[in-house]
């Protein structure tokens, strides 16, 4: 392979980041990012995510906006941001004025104005405010709403399918660090929904409520005028950060459950070319997916069939049904285990969702006409008598969330998830290890007593729900809705990926599927329709080899590493013959300390090793080269590394 740049390395991508500019005002600081404010803190303890005014396409797509005229002024106890924006595409335009200013006595106004000249059609204008999630979850707050009136309230702990607070004017709670954080919404009705859903580390406050028609338009003439102003009081309690993080495995809790990948048609030829490599990586299992809308039939399936074969995996079948009437789907599904029984009864597991659930559903809207669940599912029961039953969505939680199966009818509640639905930054994407946890709660609650799988799941989205497509990404950049997103191929994708197995492995799930063998969410290149910058046909992504490892752990004891879901790390560690194997990351572009036992093996994926990984399936099982004599250890993972740790058995 050619010698790819750093920035390919670590996020498949040349796309340039401008580092945010962090603003001060005696101890308030925020970060000043496209426009918008990030990680807002309180001497140096975080008080809210993010406040942001965005704007938003008819398909729930966010406009980059061009920013013009931007001046920032600051002193010891004050700082102002001004500027002008124009967010557009080939259709329509909506201008808007900007300013922020924040004061030492903890006082944080954000004001935005804005109009269109030609009308705008859009499903959201206006401000979004992100509360995070840890330390808040499940906690008091108190509401303001627009009346007036003053009432107590819960950020909820299990993930509420709706909104969890409405008809919003101001909300006030007391964040972990002891600090009281209000924050009062002007201009326009606000409502909360909890962004665990979608896999976001936050609880989101927006306009305009959802019980209002979508999308919406801006008429000529008509003028956004909106403020928020956020108040901090109190002294901070919390305790400060240590340099390092410790690798002790404690306790055991379950097993390392399989890994599978999803496969879809327009993947085969691309797979059929890298067979010999994904050999060795050796999936589980391969979903296989059926539409008939995209003129899906029997020669597909026996294709992707021809790669299950060659790889030795078992088959599930992910079948969406397009019939919406109890019969029409009875007899599609009594035709397609007709189907299978022609192509020799290949499928272990049947997935089965009704085609409108393949679109979002948004709270307050009636739901499309589908069949029964119950009697969709005792009919694919009777179409394969011999295979596992699942069924739930093949869009993300969200939807499983909001329209719960009856699980009674099934042996596995299926759902998938994308980091990426509403923002495509670096940070907001990682951040999303923070809410898996309660992805992973939640889905227990939804599936009781029935065993549940998440995935095929990437970094990049399958589909759109909220829209028409996912979005192409011809230019190869950070964007969210993207179906091809450059980090799948860089060292951060193969960090997201171990993390997302480690969160659902310790959440319980049965079957855990990441990512393709090729295509936009593959792990080793093959000839495609979008950019791959630095790789050749055949190279190896990262990813590849955090799947392998996993891989060869299924089946194995699991130790807990007690690493904080916010924290620097991810990881998973398993009991095996020779020793506790270790996967660990780093999640950020910042190096991180890792002390860990004397005379481990080690072996690390990062920005160095990369090119020599790239073509050695192989390279994660060299660990000579990093072992440690010392009486302790210490190692230093770079800018979104991976380390396998071997704590071997005493001999």
């Known amino acids: 392979m050619s010698e790819p740049s750093h920035a390919i390395r670590l996020f498949g991508t040349e796309e340039a980041v401008e580092p945010p500019r962090v603003l001060r005002a005696g101890k308030l600081s925020a970060e000043l990012v496209a426009g918008n404010l990030r ?11 993010a406040v942001s005014f965005i704007v938003r396409d008819k398909d729930w797509g966010t406009y980059n906006p061009k920013i013009s005229d931007l001046e920032v002024e600051e002193s010891d106890d004050r700082f102002t941001v001004t500027f002008s924006a124009i967010a557009a595409d080939d259709e329509q335009s909506f201008a808007y004025d900007a300013r922020i ?19 705008f059609l859009t499903n959201r204008t206006g401000f979004v405010i992100l509360h995070p999630i840890d330390g808040i979850a499940g906690e008091p707050v108190e509401i303001t709403r627009t009346d007036g009136t003053v009432e107590p309230g819960t950020f909820p702990a299990e993930i509420d ?17 002891g ?43 008509e003028q956004i005028d909106q403020t928020i102003t956020v108040t901090v009081s109190g002294d901070t309690t919390g305790g400060t950060a240590t340099d390092s993080a410790k690798i002790a495995p404690g306790a055991k809790h379950g097993v390392v459950p399989p890994l599978g990948m999803g496969l879809r048609p327009e993947d085969v030829a691309g797979t059929q070319g890298g067979i ?34 060659a790889l030795g995996c078992n088959a599930w079948l992910e079948a969406v049904i397009v019939a919406t009437d109890d019969a029409g789907a009875t007899a599609e599904v009594a035709h397609l285990g007709a189907l299978a029984a022609d192509l020799g009864d290949p499928f272990e597991t049947v997935l089965v969702s009704p085609a409108p659930d393949m679109k979002c559903t948004l709270p307050g809207s009636e739901w499309p006409e589908t069949p029964d669940a119950a009697t969709l ?78 995935g095929p799941s990437a ?64 792990a080793i290149a093959a000839p495609a329709d979008f950019p791959q910058p630095g790789f050749d046909d055949g190279d190896l992504f990262p990813v590849f080899h955090v799947l392998r490892g996993l891989r060869r752990l299924a089946g194995q004891e699991m130790r807990a590493l007690d ?84 704590l071997r058995h005493p001999t």
């Open 101 to 119: 200013e924040g004061r030492a006595d903890g006082t944080l106004t954000f004001h935005g104005t804005g109009h269109s000249d030609g009308g």
């Open 459 to 522: 970094i990049g989205v399958r589909d759109n729900p909220y829209g028409e497509a996912a979005k192409d990404n011809p230019d190869n950049i950070r964007q969210a809705m993207n179906i091809n997103d450059p980090r799948q191929r860089g060292l951060f994708g193969a960090v997201w990926n171990l993390g997302y197995f480690a969160d659902f492995a310790a959440g319980g799930a049965a079957a855990i599927a990441l990512g393709a063998p090729t295509g936009a969410f593959g």
């Open 276 to 309: 010999d490599r994904l050999k060795d990586l050796a999936p589980a299992y391969l979903i296989l997916h059926h539409d008939p809308r995209a003129g899906h039939g029997k020669a597909e399936l026996a294709a992707q069939l021809d790669i299950v074969r």
């Open 39 to 49: 990680y807002i803190r309180w001497d140096g303890a975080e008080v809210l995510r």
């Open 179 to 221: 600090l009281r954080v209000t924050c009062l919404m002007e201009g326009d009705t606000y409502e909360m929904e909890d962004q665990r859903n979608w896999s976001d580390a936050s609880y989101k406050t927006y306009v305009r409520p959802l019980a209002l028609p979508w999308p919406y338009r801006i008429e000529p003439g």
């Open 161 to 177: 399918p709706l909104q969890p607070m409405m008809d919003l004017r101001a909300l006030s709670h007391t964040a972990p660090s």
């Open 563 to 646: 690493l904080p879901a916010a924290g620097p790390l991810t990881g998973l560690a398993a009991d095996t013959g020779e020793g506790i194997e270790i996967w660990v990351a780093n999640k950020t572009a910042d190096p991180v300390d890792v002390s860990i036992a004397a005379g481990a093996g080690i072996a690390v994926l990062d920005a160095d090793s990369f090119t020599a990984a790239a073509t050695d399936p192989a390279f994660m099982d060299r660990m000579s080269d990093h072992e440690t004599d010392d009486e302790t250890g210490t190692l230093t993972l770079s800018a979104h590394a991976t380390a396998r740790i071997l």
């Open 377 to 454: 599912y005792d009919a694919t029961r009777a179409a394969f008598p011999e295979a596992r039953i699942g069924g739930g969505m093949f869009s993300y939680f969200t939807e499983l969330n909001r329209k719960r199966p009856p699980v009674s009818h099934l042996d596995l509640v299926s759902f998938t998830t994308s980091p990426m639905v509403h923002a495509g930054d670096d940070r907001s994407v990682m951040e999303t290890h923070e809410a898996h946890p309660a992805i992973a709660l939640t889905a227990k609650v939804i599936a009781a007593n029935t065993p549940w799988a998440v």
